[in-house]
């Protein structure tokens, strides 16, 4: 048989349909498609809380090594620094001794002063005790993950303190875990008082990728600010109830070509080694309702009634 009457067609067994750049388009504009959705729509909202419901025990079977071995190996370091703590415990217990006789008269003091001025009680905090899981894997983002979620009873917004002080706030809560930004995240604010003179102001987590402090912006060059002043919630906004330790300033620099200083804070609490948080209840849950506004008087007319 001469050679140019073979069948060069492959048999249809080898055939492969779509080709490689088709299939390339289709999917990238499906991918597109998705990501568009996910963002207007949030339609993959309940995607990912399936996926974190499921991938959990896996979570867990992955952690078990890891935390066998950090046990293992921080044995010995833990015994040392057992010691360290008990002297320093004992240093505390002996401050606190002589504190606490002031504790109860305060109290007491603090009440009558409330009552005399017709002031709301403040309500006591309610808190939810969590475990920090691991870190979140994005690396241009300051998060954690805890384990407590939806199920345990943690909302979203709530803030999240150490035994140091605020440690961030839950951005997102899923049915068995949740996830927490850090204060020292670039899009997290709180705003925030000075102990010492009682300015209120905006802290927020530092801009660089690798920051791990806050700033202060907005505070002109003349303000009244020190190295070491403590900075508190102030409570204005409704979800960090007032009084809890955020940050110490830390360097402030005054340019003259700037109307406005540049003041770096370092958080109070542990955001690189906290193990042990507490969840909080938002602060606007502990605020009574706005009153309703009653609606105002007709106008009389002029003449009497006709």
């Known amino acids: 048989m001469p050679l140019g ?9 080898f055939r492969q349909g779509p080709s490689a750049l088709s299939k390339l388009m289709v999917f990238s504009a499906l991918a597109l498609f998705l990501m568009v959705a996910d963002m207007r729509f949030r339609v993959a909202q309940p995607i990912r809380a399936a996926m974190a419901v499921v991938l ?31 002297e320093e415990a004992r240093k505390k217990l002996a401050l606190q001794s002589l504190r606490a006789g ?3 008269h305060l109290a007491l003091e603090n009440t009558r002063l409330r009552k005399l001025l017709d002031l709301r009680e403040q309500k006591a905090i309610d808190g939810l ?8 894997p994005d690396p241009y983002t300051r998060k954690i993950i805890i384990d407590k979620g939806q199920a345990h009873g943690v909302e979203l917004a709530s803030p999240v303190v150490d035994e140091a002080g605020v440690l961030g706030q839950v951005t997102r809560v899923h049915p068995l875990v949740s996830e927490v930004t850090l204060v020292i995240d670039r899009e997290l604010a709180i705003p925030v008082l000075n102990t010492r003179t009682g300015a209120r102001s905006v802290a927020y987590g530092e801009p660089t990728v690798s920051g791990g402090g806050l700033e202060l912006r907005f505070m002109g060059s003349n303000s009244d600010v020190q190295q ?18 955020v940050a110490k300033i830390d360097r ?7 109307a406005f200083a540049r003041i770096y804070c370092t958080p109070q ?16 849950a502990q605020i009574p309702p706005r009153p309703v506004d009653s609606p105002a008087p007709a106008p009389l007319k002029k003449g009497g009634n006709k």
Do not use: C
């Open 269 to 284: 609490a542990l955001v690189a080694s906290a193990l042990h948080v507490m969840v909080i209840k938002p602060g606007a």
């Open 5 to 13: 009457t073979l069948d060069r067609t492959p048999p249809p067994f």
């Open 56 to 86: 959990y025990p896996v979570q867990w079977l992955a952690l078990q090594p890891v935390r066998a071995v950090q046990n293992s190996s921080g044995y010995f370091t833990a015994l040392s620094q057992a010691k360290i703590s008990e």
């Open 228 to 245: 070491g002043d403590l900075l508190t919630t102030s409570g204005v906004d409704g979800v960090y109830p007032p009084g809890l330790p």
């Open 129 to 136: 005790a969590a475990e920090v899981l691991y870190d979140a």
């Open 252 to 258: 402030i620099e005054r340019r003259a070509e700037s």
């Open 102 to 104: 002031q504790v109860e």
